[in-house]
């Protein structure tokens, strides 16, 4: 895996960089939410976040959850 870039890497700070993985593990905003102790609507609140940094859609939303 190659390191990001830093215009990128200033933009993502450890707290959504764990957020973002804990719903990629989980499939979901919510199971990440009770997996990392957070609520539903912070964990939804820094994936719109991030995305917004980034410029790009992160996950793949569907009824079933969420996807890379």
Do not use: K
């Amino acid at each position: 895996m190659s390191p990001l870039p830093s215009a990128l890497r200033s933009r993502i700070d450890a707290e959504s960089l764990d957020v973002f993985l804990a719903v990629a593990d989980h499939g979901g905003v919510l199971a990440a939410a009770r997996a990392i102790g957070r609520s539903q609507p912070a964990v939804s609140e820094r994936i719109r976040q991030l995305e917004g940094r980034i410029g790009a859609a992160l996950f793949l939303r569907s009824a079933r959850g969420m996807t890379l």
